[in-house]
């Protein structure tokens, strides 16, 4: 087991960007709630206290016994975390009379502390918190300050334990990796060999140990994570990794056959089952999105279900289950409320009574695509955009039918294969067409037409949580424009969607 860093949540909405900045050391951490910490191991060689949107003077703020730590390993407070370190002692924390939000800048600094090192005196740092430290407790040093907050940074004396006050993990905080990098590295002492290889060893390891002679089942998609998390079992158990490949016909244009060609290329034991007619058939009439990703979602089920029961003696179902996912469902609240029907489809292990194994459920996104590149998986499969579950059945508005699937396949394919050939591809998170319920009046030679309206999007983000729409060239946009409306009879107008998320989803549905 790799050296780790905890970092305990107290609801902050930076605590998952603390941990990226941590893992882009090559250190390995996890972020657990404080009302549900995991039992101190040896690996432990620090921890960080998150900030939150709560404040230490409320009644039932989120609280800590931090005996179990101090002292013991080093310790990081971040905001909320420094706070409370300061409230537990009887130090004064007081509402800021002052906005100490946005940017500001460290005027002074004590360089001889190892937080501190290697900083510049005046680098520009990120403030966002309502209270402040009017006093410290005894043994607690100031070691920084800003123009209006005296004790922006401290350490107590003879123990390795730091509070700031301040978020070195965003990247308005010029310095903030250099801090963050003075704590991991040099004051707890993480050796940084936590590498994509080394994930790659370890888990096939560990994988082998669990799964030994067992068969296990997995559903691919097409996408990064199931296949990442097909290529880790593979090496684990060869072929007692059954996979099938479900063609729902809610796909991109030939992407069954392409998807299956470059999974018999990886060497895996794929099975494709071609379902049309059955998704077709469930989501007849059904216009509401959340019945049609329910509809979609349960005939998946079926379908899997019978296809792995076709497998003798399975014993695990694999998943392709994400970090960001596991941090979700053990949040500081809970999960939070449902927008919509999550794109994974969930309810097969409760079905099929299987165990179930889950090789990437410590990695976020941007990590699997690296432990993607180890494995050596082709960049067709790891550079693909996301692409939900329900695939077009949710990128229709109203009702789903096979040939407004055709349709929306000719106009999709135009679009991605455009971004590709112009260079833009790799330059967005997501792009996508959705078919409107709108038919608009046009003009095609001396003819009159009354056709469909295609929306097209393509968004800019890190991890999917906040979007921007790509402001991609006119020309480009005219130029797919045209090219959808000469060869795709069905439509005369193409709108482009410049909405951000928030407030819109990137999904239309």
Known sequence: MS????IIDFGS????????????????????????????????????????????????????????FRGKVPVL?????????????????????????????????????????????????????GDTIA??????????????VQHAAFKLEHEDTYGIQFHPEVTHSEEG???????????CGCKQDWTPDIFVESTVARLKETLGDDKVVLGLSGGVDSSVAAMLIHRAIGKNLYCIFVDNGLLRKNEFDDVLHSYKDMGLNVKGVDAKARFYESLGGLTDPEDKR????????????????????????????IYPDVIESVSVKGPSATIKSHHNVGGLPEKMNLKVVEPLNTLFKDEVRKVGRALEISENILGRHPFPGPGLGIRIIGDVTAEKVRVLQEVDAIFIDGLKKRGHYNEVWQALAVLLPIQSVGVMGDERTYENVVALRAVGSVDGMTADWSKLPYDFLADISNK?????????RIVY?????????????
Not at 31 to 50: E, R
Not at 177 to 187: E, G
Not at 485 to 491: G, L, Q
Request: hydrophobic fraction near 40%; charged fraction near 25%.
């Open 497 to 509: 969607d410049i909405s951000s998320k928030p407030p819109a989803t990137i999904e239309w549905e």
């Open 177 to 187: 990796k250099i801090l963050l990098r003075n704590f991991v590295v040099h004051i």
């Open 294 to 321: 329910k509809a979609i979602g349960k005939t998946f089920i079926d379908v899997f279900d019978e296809e792995a029961h076709k497998i003798r003696n399975v014993r695990w179902l694999a998943q392709g289950t």
């Open 3 to 6: 050296e780790q860093i905890l």
């Open 484 to 492: 959808i409306i000469n060869n795709v009879k069905e439509v005369n």
């Open 135 to 148: 006093t410290l407790p005894p043994d607690f040093k100031n070691i920084a300050s800003t123009e209006d």
């Open 77 to 129: 407070g971040v905001c909320y975390g420094a706070q409370l370190m300061v409230h537990q002692q009887n130090g004064e924390i007081v509402p800021s009379k002052i906005r100490e939000y946005g940017r500001a800048r460290l005027l002074k600094m004590d360089q001889h502390y190892d937080l501190l090192k290697e900083m510049t005196l005046g680098n520009q740092i990120w403030m966002s918190h």
């Open 13 to 68: 909405q930076y605590t998952q960007l603390i941990a990226r900045r941590v893992r882009e050391l090559n250190v390995y951490c996890e972020i657990h709630p404080f009302n549900h910490l995991p039992k101190a191991t040896d690996h432990l060689k620090g921890v960080i206290l998150s900030g939150s949107p709560c404040s230490v003077r409320e009644k039932d703020a989120p609280d800590i016994d931090l005996a179990a």
